[in-house]
């Protein structure tokens, strides 16, 4: 009634703000965890003795005219001196608590905004301990989800995993058992197909970094107008369809750990030159972003082309080529480590047992020579591939000679052991026509990757015939 009677003597109600603001912010006070004010440039003019005791200080004056970031890293504080507009309701972090805070602007007589107060509530409001709960629910979820997501960066290699103990592998575990050691940039050469990826994965798995993520990008596989964003992140909207979020790119995903760059040397020329400063800098500034984020990352590159044509052709520049070619291995191909061809069988053989739960398999001796004799251009992989295609076709549980003979073409003038003691096998015409063809487009994919217009190119014929060969080879 008092309040009403005020009122009504005072229709206009113009001494009320000054009645009751005052009550008010006691009140606020009284209730409140904390409570801080900042500038138009987001620095503390003001903090009362419990947010100052909650911050851990005990003077003031330690705190004024820092900016609020300094002191609360999550504040939101500045966006709403730039905004003008409230945060009436969130939930802050800080150190092991979670507060609900409101922030609300301060304008002078003109309307302008000259500062911002926040208010930290925290959970005296008992009817807000559910949300709390949730939110701490939340947060805990995300950090599981952070935990396994690096848990599945980290490498599924050693070096155990490279087969073999031929000469030239044991050549390249000692190469890279080396390169582990050391933190300089990794330069694998090889053909397609002889594991060099397996490798990087070996080197960091058995290097200093290897608690950190291992992130893998393969520079041919992804469209020219999406690498800078997939290298280097992109800021929120940079471009039409970006995420509002914003995107870490690869080098920020590998930080602390290593970045591998498969086929390096298929990267256009534009993102060459930005990679090339990235190395030198240690620095990567995301895509329509003026900020520049440092990271501390390993380079493993790898490719398959010859990089000294590359630069001979001008597709490679010249600075990034020795900025790469720091530590450089050669892997073998298969026909040159041929000793190791019975263990790689093995291997293969028993990962295609675990993968289709199919019967276990072995290789008789006049198979293991049938696969020596094939030139293997598509190297472990095309191996791997043959094993696979035999073991689905066949059911003998050793596999013999003749199991492969539908699937390799064989080279000219190659003996295969036992076959001048037995009569000549004749197909019908179109069944060795189909049977060369087969092999011809396998062989082809494997060196193109899969990549069906470069292995219509490698086959001499067109896209659509390629296509057409296919569906009639039912491959």
Known sequence: MELMRWFTENPGGGG?????????????????????????DARIVWCNDKYLHMLGYTDPQSLLGRDVEDIIPNSLMRQVVKTGEPILLDLMAFGSETFVVSRLPLTGPDGRVIGAVGICLYDKLHHLKPLLGKFAQLQDELAETRRLLVQDRRPRYTLASYVGNSPASLEVKRQA????????????LGETGTGKE?????????????????????????PEALLESEFFGAAPGAYTGADKRGRDGKFKLAHGGTLFLDEVGDM??????????VLQE???????SNKVIKVDVRIIAATSIDLVQALAQGRLRRDLYYR?????????????RLPDLEALCEGALEQIVERTGMGRRELTPGALQRLAEHDWPGNVRELRNVLEKAVLHSDNRRLVADDFDAILPR????????????????QPLAQAVAAAERAAIDAALLAAGGKKTEAARL??????TLYEKMAQLQL
Do not use: M, W, Y
């Open 16 to 40: 009320l703000r000054h009645l009751a603001i005052p009550k008010l912010l006691e009140r606020l006070d009284a209730l409140c965890e904390g409570t801080i004010a900042v500038d138009t």
């Open 177 to 188: 058992r080396r390169a582990a050691q050391l933190g300089s940039t990794v330069l694998l």
């Open 198 to 222: 397996l490798l990087a994965q070996a080197i960091h798995a058995s290097s200093d970094r290897a608690s950190q993520p291992f992130i893998a990008v393969n520079a041919a596989a992804i």
């Open 268 to 277: 256009p020329l534009q993102i060459q030159a930005k990679l090339l400063r």
């Open 282 to 288: 240690q620095e990567v500034e995301p895509l329509g």
């Open 324 to 336: 790469l070619n720091v530590l450089s291995i050669t892997l073998p191909p298969l026909r040159e």
């Open 411 to 426: 080279t000219p003038g190659a003996h295969r052991p036992g076959a001048a003691d037995a009569p000549a096998t004749v």
């Open 459 to 464: 086959l001499g014929i067109s896209r659509a």
